[in-house]
């Protein structure tokens, strides 16, 4: 065997070492100005951010190599998060702590990271999510008794889209409400909806409500909480 | 009342709401009661639009440079935002702290291309301002313009205060300080505008009067009070050591350029005829390759870009081009950065450079020979030859290049039909060389677009007195070449054309369109660059109601020796030189560029530099 074969860069090597790195797993807040932003306009943001922090991030093979990334339960526009989870691949060891200070001096200061660590559980087990709802209106004591009224149906059907079209659901079993509090802007509802595979925002059960109650709304402010597995734990 | 709260009501309602909301990497937060002078930089167009600009960068980071003063950018908001933001009373806003721009103390809006204007109209009205500079009165809200429109303001005059003649980069921050002096001594709006325009580059458009003889051409422009006869541009000596930013705003949505810029030089040493920034921006100063290198570098790090371009007129004619590609793509390879160089001349463009800029660039060639007939690029001085487009061409598709794109222009002084059948020619003669070369792509066809725009004759240019040709003459060019295709590989573009006439109208206006633009404003003319939203009748209505046409304007020849609406405005090139580059244009005849000969064009007189002399 000549040595020529022998070569610590060779990238085969190096992709097969790279491969067996664990995912890593940023959970970041995405608040403020930044709920305006698409989640695709998102991906892009954290990719020039990883970036300019000099993370070392694995980048896909190929033609158009791009950096590997992906998020485990994207959030709608217009939404705000306190629990976003972002997985990379690493080509290197990297210290957490150090990743976490790194990334949020590059980040737009709506975006924070929280934490980082290794990747525990796949996405798939996303099962529920906990958001906050405010409606910000102003007369609030009637908006809560007509809400109310309205989630006691025995029945919510909502027309969701679907890639084969529109189809009827009834978002009742999907949505709980937990808690109910009357807020200066408004009235806070604390629900747990499907999240995951099965995806129910809070928005379909709210915009339903405005449309067909006919109430004053001024605005629908949402914040998701936390993320949960099957099991009922909290997702990591 | 505060306006983020507001907008949480209906902002998603609107496209595209990442618009309207800033706080993107490298905006600068300030605290407004710790600053001397806020400054409201306008963009008369889209958010898009705007954060694609060069200049709008390099002056965000220059004013934020000073401690005294917070530099904030504003957008033409859309339509579907703005009938949000009227019907909630809501007044346009700075990005970065959400004050309304009445707050401002300097409004400075840029002027690059005249069919923004009307949205400058707009803009001051949705913030609640008096859109007429007369009814403004103290320091507060003072409205400036700079751009490479300012070269011919005039028909701005109503609305603006000051325009910022050239470049910015130091006189605006004389005028800034000025302004901050004049805010800390209370001065009065008239004492600010008489000193200013004292200052290289500053033109107080209300110190001068302008009377008209009876056909409606200038008579005189009269400088009152203190101020200058004529207003020379301001200009930059060294570009090495002059400001440039170390980050850019990264913008969370798609916009227009969205990337790292280096400015490898301003000026151009070419001459072409009918190139406004040609001959505003002479002369020639480049910056020093090392220089680039770090800028370059220092954006890609601060922004985490990843593509990287190099700008200016003609990058080909940068005489470091070698070097700075050589380190520069070493750079972006290392570093996954893209680099990418628009604007190259194809007549110095060698295999060896192509070679280099294979590597990292996948997109299509685009060449812009501009006219289809060697006569008729002798006429524009456009000096490239059928040979030169063909070999590089050739040498194109031999690496691998299946698509070309030619950039025309119609309606050039001097034009007949056989030159516009030229265009198409040219484009045959490209399809059939594909065709028969032995080393192209196998398998794959080749695919020529000609895009074709309408001439646009503008002032400190040669064609400065050619009348532009009609509506119905483009259109009938237009129409003849399109029959006149033959090949099914070409793919021919071409412009509606009333857009260029009211750009003609306006480069060469006068003082007198103010009204025009006023009444076709209220008549609900804005973003008037956007085809879906451009309503040529209702600027001919404003026009005939004041009694001005598009023929006086556009389409008339001018006689040497007439006074322009701008001959008080001083760029450096003399109206003999342009006047000579006339006379030989209607002779075919070619001029050499900058570097081969100077041919005493007087811009050379700007520079400081010992001897007077332009090229190194
Ligand atoms: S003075 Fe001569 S060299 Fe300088 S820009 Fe004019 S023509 Fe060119």
Not at chain 2, 66 to 86: N, T
Not at chain 2, 480 to 506: P, Q, R
């Given at each position: 065997m000549s040595n020529q074969n022998f070569n610590p860069n060779n990238t085969a090597e190096n992709n097969r070492k790279i491969a067996l790195m664990p995912n890593v797993r940023v959970f970041y807040s995405k608040t403020g100005r930044a709920k305006y932003i698409s989640h695709l306009d998102i991906t892009r943001c954290m990719q020039r951010s990883l970036k300019r922090a000099g993370i070392p991030v694995w980048y896909t093979q190929g033609f158009n190599p791009h950096m590997y990334m992906t998020f485990a339960l994207p959030l709608a526009l217009g939404y705000e998060s306190e629990c976003e989870a972002m997985d990379l691949r690493l080509t290197e060891k990297v210290d957490f702590e150090k990743m976490k200070e790194d990334l949020n001096r590059a980040l737009p200061k709506d975006i924070v990271v929280n934490k980082i660590m290794l990747q525990n559980n796949k996405p798939q087990t996303i099962a529920k999510a906990l958001y906050e709802v405010t409606l910000v209106c102003d007369d609030k004591e009637n908006v809560a008794k007509l809400f109310d009224e309205f989630v006691s149906q025995d029945e919510i059907i909502v027309i969701k889209k679907t890639k084969k079209g529109t189809k009827p659901m009834d978002i009742k079993p999907e949505v709980e409400i937990i808690a109910k509090d009357f807020v200066e802007n408004g009235i806070k509802y604390t629900m747990k909806t499907t999240a995951g595979q099965k995806n129910v925002n809070p928005t379909l059960l709210t915009d339903l409500f405005v449309e067909k109650m006919n109430v004053d709304i001024k605005a629908t402010l949402i914040l998701r909480k936390q993320i949960y597995m099957d099991n009922g734990e909290i997702f990591e | 009342m505060n306006i983020k709260k507001q907008l949480d009501e209906f902002l998603l309602e609107v496209q595209k709401p990442g618009r309207y909301v800033g706080g993107e990497v490298n905006s600068i937060y300030k605290n407004a009661n710790e600053v001397d002078v806020r400054f409201a930089f306008c963009f008369p167009d889209t958010y898009e639009v705007g954060m694609s600009h060069l200049g709008m960068k390099i002056l965000y980071g220059l004013l934020n440079s000073k401690d005294y003063c917070w530099c904030e950018r504003v957008f033409a908001p859309w339509m579907d935002m703005e009938q949000k933001m009227r019907e909630n009373n809501i007044k346009l806003y700075g990005l970065e702290s959400f004050d309304e721009l009445c707050d401002f103390d300097i409004i400075g809006f840029t002027l690059q291309y005249e069919l923004s204007y009307t949205n400058i109209l707009n803009m001051l009205d949705l913030s609640g301002i008096d859109v007429f500079a007369k009814n403004r009165e103290g320091l507060k809200n003072l409205v400036i313009a700079g751009g490479p429109?300012?070269?011919?303001?005039e028909p701005l005059v109503d609305f603006v205060d000051v325009f910022m003649l050239g470049e910015g980069e130091e006189n605006l921050i004389e005028f800034v300080e000025l302004y901050r002096k004049a805010k800390q001594e209370n001065w009065s709006k008239e004492k600010l505008l008489e000193e200013a325009?004292?200052?290289?580059?500053?033109?107080?458009?209300?110190l001068y009067d302008v009377s008209y003889n009876e056909d409606g051409t200038v008579k005189e422009i009269k400088a009152l009070k203190s101020a200058p006869q004529t207003v020379k541009k301001a200009i930059i000596q060294d570009m090495s050591k002059t400001y440039y930013p170390k980050d850019f705003v990264v913008p969370y949505i798609d916009t227009v350029h969205d990337r790292a810029i280096v400015e490898v030089m301003r000026g151009c040493i070419r001459g072409c005829r009918f190139c406004q920034a040609g001959f505003i921006y002479r002369p020639l100063r480049e910056k020093n390759p090392d220089v680039l290198c770090s800028q370059g570098k220092s954006l890609c790090e601060t922004t985490g870009y990843e593509e990287i371009s190099l700008s200016s007129l003609s990058t080909s004619d940068y005489s470091g081009i070698a070097d700075l590609l050589d380190e520069l793509i070493d750079y972006s390879v290392e570093n996954k950065v893209n680099l990418s160089l628009p604007s190259?001349?194809?007549?110095?463009?060698s295999e060896d450079l192509l070679e280099k800029v294979k590597k990292v660039r996948k997109t299509g060639l685009t060449f812009a020979p501009e006219a289809g007939t060697q006569r008729m690029r002798d006429v524009i001085n456009k000096n490239i030859t059928k040979e030169d487009i063909f070999s590089s061409c050739k040498i194109a598709f031999e690496g691998g290049y299946t698509s070309v794109k030619l950039y025309f222009m119609l309606g050039?002084?001097?034009?007949t039909m056989e030159d516009c059948e030229g265009i198409i020619d040219l484009a045959q003669e490209i399809v059939g060389l594909y065709n028969h070369l032995e080393n192209r792509v196998k398998g794959k066809s080749v695919n020529v677009t000609v895009s074709v725009s309408t001439f646009v004759p503008k002032p400190f240019t040669p064609f400065q007195w050619f009348g532009q040709d009609d509506l119905e003459t483009i259109i009938k060019k237009q129409y003849h070449m399109k029959d006149y295709i033959?090949?099914?590989?070409i793919s021919f573009k071409y412009h509606a054309s009333k857009t260029s006439v009211l750009e003609a109208v306006f480069a060469r206006g006068d003082r007198r369109l103010s009204q025009v633009m006023y009444k076709a404003w209220k008549k609900g003319c804005y973003f008037d660059s956007w085809d879906e939203h451009f309503y040529f009748d209702k600027w001919l209505e404003a026009l005939e109601e004041c009694g001005l046409t598009v023929e006086f304007y556009a389409n008339r020849h001018r006689e040497i020796g007439e006074v322009f609406p701008w001959s008080h405005l001083d760029y450096g090139v003399s109206e003999a030189f342009l006047r000579r580059e006339w006379e030989k244009a209607l002779n075919s005849t070619t001029t050499p560029n900058c570097r081969e000969q100077?041919?005493?064009?007087?811009?050379?007189?700007?520079?400081?530099r010992k001897g007077g002399k332009c090229v190194e």
């Amino acid at each position: 065997m000549s040595n020529q074969n022998f070569n610590p860069n060779n990238t085969a090597e190096n992709n097969r070492k790279i491969a067996l790195m664990p995912n890593v797993r940023v959970f970041y807040s995405k608040t403020g100005r930044a709920k305006y932003i698409s989640h695709l306009d998102i991906t892009r943001c954290m990719q020039r951010s990883l970036k300019r922090a000099g993370i070392p991030v694995w980048y896909t093979q190929g033609f158009n190599p791009h950096m590997y990334m992906t998020f485990a339960l994207p959030l709608a526009l217009g939404y705000e998060s306190e629990c976003e989870a972002m997985d990379l691949r690493l080509t290197e060891k990297v210290d957490f702590e150090k990743m976490k200070e790194d990334l949020n001096r590059a980040l737009p200061k709506d975006i924070v990271v929280n934490k980082i660590m290794l990747q525990n559980n796949k996405p798939q087990t996303i099962a529920k999510a906990l958001y906050e709802v405010t409606l910000v209106c102003d007369d609030k004591e009637n908006v809560a008794k007509l809400f109310d009224e309205f989630v006691s149906q025995d029945e919510i059907i909502v027309i969701k889209k679907t890639k084969k079209g529109t189809k009827p659901m009834d978002i009742k079993p999907e949505v709980e409400i937990i808690a109910k509090d009357f807020v200066e802007n408004g009235i806070k509802y604390t629900m747990k909806t499907t999240a995951g595979q099965k995806n129910v925002n809070p928005t379909l059960l709210t915009d339903l409500f405005v449309e067909k109650m006919n109430v004053d709304i001024k605005a629908t402010l949402i914040l998701r909480k936390q993320i949960y597995m099957d099991n009922g734990e909290i997702f990591e | 009342m505060n306006i983020k709260k507001q907008l949480d009501e209906f902002l998603l309602e609107v496209q595209k709401p990442g618009r309207y909301v800033g706080g993107e990497v490298n905006s600068i937060y300030k605290n407004a009661n710790e600053v001397d002078v806020r400054f409201a930089f306008c963009f008369p167009d889209t958010y898009e639009v705007g954060m694609s600009h060069l200049g709008m960068k390099i002056l965000y980071g220059l004013l934020n440079s000073k401690d005294y003063c917070w530099c904030e950018r504003v957008f033409a908001p859309w339509m579907d935002m703005e009938q949000k933001m009227r019907e909630n009373n809501i007044k346009l806003y700075g990005l970065e702290s959400f004050d309304e721009l009445c707050d401002f103390d300097i409004i400075g809006f840029t002027l690059q291309y005249e069919l923004s204007y009307t949205n400058i109209l707009n803009m001051l009205d949705l913030s609640g301002i008096d859109v007429f500079a007369k009814n403004r009165e103290g320091l507060k809200n003072l409205v400036i313009a700079g751009g490479p429109c300012t070269c011919n303001p005039e028909p701005l005059v109503d609305f603006v205060d000051v325009f910022m003649l050239g470049e910015g980069e130091e006189n605006l921050i004389e005028f800034v300080e000025l302004y901050r002096k004049a805010k800390q001594e209370n001065w009065s709006k008239e004492k600010l505008l008489e000193e200013a325009s004292h200052i290289q580059g500053v033109y107080v458009p209300s110190l001068y009067d302008v009377s008209y003889n009876e056909d409606g051409t200038v008579k005189e422009i009269k400088a009152l009070k203190s101020a200058p006869q004529t207003v020379k541009k301001a200009i930059i000596q060294d570009m090495s050591k002059t400001y440039y930013p170390k980050d850019f705003v990264v913008p969370y949505i798609d916009t227009v350029h969205d990337r790292a810029i280096v400015e490898v030089m301003r000026g151009c040493i070419r001459g072409c005829r009918f190139c406004q920034a040609g001959f505003i921006y002479r002369p020639l100063r480049e910056k020093n390759p090392d220089v680039l290198c770090s800028q370059g570098k220092s954006l890609c790090e601060t922004t985490g870009y990843e593509e990287i371009s190099l700008s200016s007129l003609s990058t080909s004619d940068y005489s470091g081009i070698a070097d700075l590609l050589d380190e520069l793509i070493d750079y972006s390879v290392e570093n996954k950065v893209n680099l990418s160089l628009p604007s190259l001349r194809i007549d110095n463009f060698s295999e060896d450079l192509l070679e280099k800029v294979k590597k990292v660039r996948k997109t299509g060639l685009t060449f812009a020979p501009e006219a289809g007939t060697q006569r008729m690029r002798d006429v524009i001085n456009k000096n490239i030859t059928k040979e030169d487009i063909f070999s590089s061409c050739k040498i194109a598709f031999e690496g691998g290049y299946t698509s070309v794109k030619l950039y025309f222009m119609l309606g050039l002084p001097t034009e007949t039909m056989e030159d516009c059948e030229g265009i198409i020619d040219l484009a045959q003669e490209i399809v059939g060389l594909y065709n028969h070369l032995e080393n192209r792509v196998k398998g794959k066809s080749v695919n020529v677009t000609v895009s074709v725009s309408t001439f646009v004759p503008k002032p400190f240019t040669p064609f400065q007195w050619f009348g532009q040709d009609d509506l119905e003459t483009i259109i009938k060019k237009q129409y003849h070449m399109k029959d006149y295709i033959t090949s099914k590989k070409i793919s021919f573009k071409y412009h509606a054309s009333k857009t260029s006439v009211l750009e003609a109208v306006f480069a060469r206006g006068d003082r007198r369109l103010s009204q025009v633009m006023y009444k076709a404003w209220k008549k609900g003319c804005y973003f008037d660059s956007w085809d879906e939203h451009f309503y040529f009748d209702k600027w001919l209505e404003a026009l005939e109601e004041c009694g001005l046409t598009v023929e006086f304007y556009a389409n008339r020849h001018r006689e040497i020796g007439e006074v322009f609406p701008w001959s008080h405005l001083d760029y450096g090139v003399s109206e003999a030189f342009l006047r000579r580059e006339w006379e030989k244009a209607l002779n075919s005849t070619t001029t050499p560029n900058c570097r081969e000969q100077c041919s005493g064009c007087g811009a050379n007189k700007l520079l400081e530099r010992k001897g007077g002399k332009c090229v190194e």
